[in-house]
Each structure stands twice: as C-alpha cells, then as structure tokens.
C-alpha cells in the first residue's frame, strides 16, 4: 500500500479557473493522491497518516516539461559556444555514440537535476528509449516517452546528404511499437507513450501518416520540432516548396493533439494555420537562447490565442530558466511590456503542460488530482521579501528553492535529498559516460569543431 501523508503548516497553490492563488490548508495524500484539502485537520480521520511539517514551504503543482532530451545532457557545456548544424552534427551523433547502459547514467542524470528542480513531468523523445527508459522509470518521474522517428537518414544529413530510406523509418515504427506495448500505461499510467515525428524536413508523407496512424490507434499525443533550424527551413522549401507548417498542413498533421516545439522560423501565416488548428506551442526559450533571443513570431504567437506549454530542450533540466527566459521574450514582443505577468508564465509550466498532454490529473493542486506536487523554501534569501511568491518564482527561482518534490505520492526528494537515486553516484556515471561518449565522437573522423575543454581530461587523474 502506498504511504498516506498529511503535510501542514504550507501554503499552496489553488487555482480559481486559470487564476494561481495561494491557500492555507493541510493536504492529506493518498494512493497517489490529492484526498483532501483540509483547514483544520483534527480528528481521528487522519490518524493513519504520517505529519509531514512543511512550514515555511509553499506548494505548487509539479512542473510540466514538455519537452526535453535526458541523453542530450551529454552535451551540456560544449555546443552552446560551436557554431554549427547542431541537430545533425552534435546531437544525432551523440545519440547514437552512446552505449545503453551509458544513455540510462545520462538519462538518471536529467532525473536528479529534473526533480531538484521541482519537475514532476518529462515528455522526452529521442532515439534508441528503451535503452534509458526503466532508468527514468525507476526514479519515479512521470513521463510521456517516445522514440522520435524519420525516413530521412538523419546520421548522414550532417555531412549534406538528405537520403530517404523506408527502412530506416521502419526502424522507428518498430521501436515505438515495442515502446507501447512494454510500457504505456505502466506504473499505474504513471509512465506514456507519445509518438514523435522527429521534423518536417527528415520526415516522408509516408512517415507522418504513419506517425499519425498509430497515434490514433492507440489513443497517443504526438509531437513534432516545428520550424526549428534553418537548414529544415530550407530543406522542405526545395522538397516540398512550401513552409514546414504547411507541409504538416497538406499532410492533415496539424491538430490540438499535436505538440509542435520552436516555431522559430513560422511566418504569420503559418501561426494563423496552427492557431486555427489548435496546434499547441512547446516553447524551450532559454536553451534556444543560447546564442541569442530566440526569434519566433511570438507577438502574432500571443495575439493568435495559441496555449504555450514550456520545455528545457537540450542541455538542461531548468525549468526555472525556461520560465525566466519565457517571460523576458515574451515580454519582448510588446516591446518591453508587463505582458505576459508571471502567472501567465507559472500556467504555460502548469497547467497548459497537462492539457497540451490531455491529462486531467496534473498542473493543479485539488481534491481528487494525482499528488505531483513540490515545495518552495520561502525563507530564502531570494524568496524574500516576498509580497508575489508566484512573481518571485518566475523572475527569480532556481532548482534551490525547492525542498521536496513528490510524484504520484511518493517523495522523490525530501528535504533537498533525493530519496530514488544516489546522487553522487549519478553524477560519477553521468561524467563517465559523457566522457567516453566524446573520446569516441573525436575518434569518428566527424568534420566538424571538437568542444573546447577546461576540465582535466579523465586520462589525466584528476577528479572533481
Ligand atoms: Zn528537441
């Protein structure tokens, strides 16, 4: 049976409609989930469930990334500062340079710095899932899995080619039905399978309708890097002769279910098709920001309606950055404005992650919803002085502030320690991974810019 708790003394938030407020009231947690929402929590009815002291701490619901790469950690600190195609050039390769077991000590990496960031919630496509998959499982993250699939031979496409190869794609379908079939809906539904169609520029007609075929076959969302890189821009104008939102468009790819990531290069009339649609945004602003604002129509964005769920993409598990960054370019827009105001911003990491996934029972805090949920120090520095904790959670949080973080009612940290991992030994593996992983990535002839290194290099004994 699963343990009950009843944690007091916090405040939280509640949402009245899609307006976050803070409440006082103790929260009994069982079976995964929300009981109870209680002002004065006497009597014997709680008396199987342990107290849990959480004063001084404010609870939020978990955080919803809605887009990441837990492998692609392994390039955290290097491709930021190489200019460069770095889809095809660093992060297919490295996908494929790793071994399984050293994608799953990544993987359990992106875990650790997911849940001290207070996040309950990845959607992660990438090749090659089953490999790392029952290691993010065992952490106890919920998760939405899916193994990205695409017809062209994208491990050539770094090096100019764009070959289309059915059996390529197969590979795909075949691992995304293996995918579903060992472990959608496991874990008490805690663990889903979305089907990923990598991006319009290495995806076929073929390959979309299949994507879209077994989506509705088995009742999955699906996603999609929308308009994410130029050379996909360019790439679907000589093949198809139109915009990547209007290739999806004449394939019946667009939809409410879709989860399209970036939107960088859609011009306005692009926006209007996926607003009309209801193709939903996942923004990953700050990891797109690296070399500059990312530069996404997202005025017309806005002014369109579209719901934007945020994700970390590549290189980090922040979503602390994610809201930040969203904030500072979405204000932006309007020409430095107070549009959108940080409870805006705290929903597109909430609540419009669970509908952009079309699960009633995350990104709020009620009676009857699944107990993922975190905690805020409010007796730090940077939390103080504090007259909006939701103003000062978006303008100026960091994984620090968060205390604990629960999934499904289960702690997966207490009091700043994790309680599913080892910590120190994630962090040695995840190092020892990355390491091999570019000791092999030099040693494959790839002609393009090695990272530069201020490390000691293991071979030199020294360790951190
Ligand atoms: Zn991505």
Redesign the pocket.
């Known amino acids: 049976m699963k343990k009950r708790y009843l944690l007091t003394g916090a405040l939280h938030i509640s949402h009245e409609g899609r307006l976050p407020k803070l409440r006082k009231g103790a929260i009994a947690i069982e079976e995964g989930r929300i009981a109870a929402i209680l002002n004065d929590p006497q009597g014997s009815a709680f008396e199987a469930f342990e107290p849990v002291d959480m004063t001084g701490r404010l609870i939020i619901p978990g955080l919803i990334n809605s887009?990441t790469?837990a492998v692609l950690l392994a390039l955290r600190g290097t491709v930021e500062d190489i200019e460069g195609n770095l889809v095809y050039q660093y992060m297919v390769p490295a996908s494929y340079l790793l071994e399984p077991a050293e994608r799953a000590a990544i993987a359990r990496l992106a875990c650790a710095e997911a849940i001290r960031c207070g996040t309950t919630t990845m959607v992660d496509p990438l090749r090659h899932v089953a490999d790392y998959a029952p290691a993010m499982i065992e952490t106890g993250m919920r998760l939405w899995l899916a193994e990205s699939c695409a017809d062209a031979v994208t491990t050539e496409v770094g090096s100019g080619a764009y070959r289309f190869d059915r059996a390529f794609g197969e590979t795909f379908i075949k691992r995304t039905k293996a995918l579903i079939e060992r472990f959608h809906g496991t874990e008490d539904d805690r663990v889903r399978v979305m089907m990923a169609a990598h991006a319009p520029d290495n995806c076929s007609p073929w390959m979309l309708a299949k994507v879209k075929e077994l989506a509705q076959k088995h009742g999955l969302r699906r996603t999609i890097?929308l308009s994410q890189i130029i050379s996909e821009k360019l790439q679907v104008e000589k093949l198809h002769g139109c915009t990547s939102t209007e290739y999806l468009a004449q394939n019946d790819f667009l939809g409410e279910d879709l989860l399209a990531?970036h939107w960088t290069f859609c011009n306005e009339s692009d926006v209007e098709t996926l607003a009309e649609t209801g193709t939903r945004l996942i923004h990953s602003p700050a990891s797109m920001s690296a070399k500059g604002p990312h530069p996404l129509p997202i005025k017309a964005i806005l002014d369109a309606g579209v719901r934007i769920a945020l994700g970390t993409?590549?290189m980090t598990e922040d979503m602390f950055q994610s809201m930040k960054s969203a904030l500072t370019l979405h204000r932006g827009a309007y020409g430095r404005s107070v549009s959108p105001m940080p409870n805006d911003v705290f929903n597109y990491a909430t609540l419009n992650g669970a509908e952009a996934l079309d699960h009633n029972g995350i990104g709020r805090i009620a009676p009857g919803m699944c107990a993922d949920i975190a905690a805020i120090d409010l007796r730090t520095p940077v939390m103080t002085p504090c007259l909006s904790a939701i103003s000062n959670i978006v303008h100026y949080g960091h994984p620090g502030i968060v205390t604990d973080t629960m999934v499904a009612g289960r702690f997966l940290m207490r009091d700043r320690r994790l309680t599913t991992l080892d910590e120190g030994t994630t962090i040695d593996e995840a190092q020892a991974a990355t390491d091999a992983m570019w000791t092999r990535f030099a040693a494959s002839g790839a002609d393009v810019p090695m990272p530069v290194r201020d490390m000691p290099k293991p071979t030199e004994g020294i360790r951190r």
Do not use: L, P, Q, T
């Open positions: 887009h790469h890097h990531v993409d590549n």
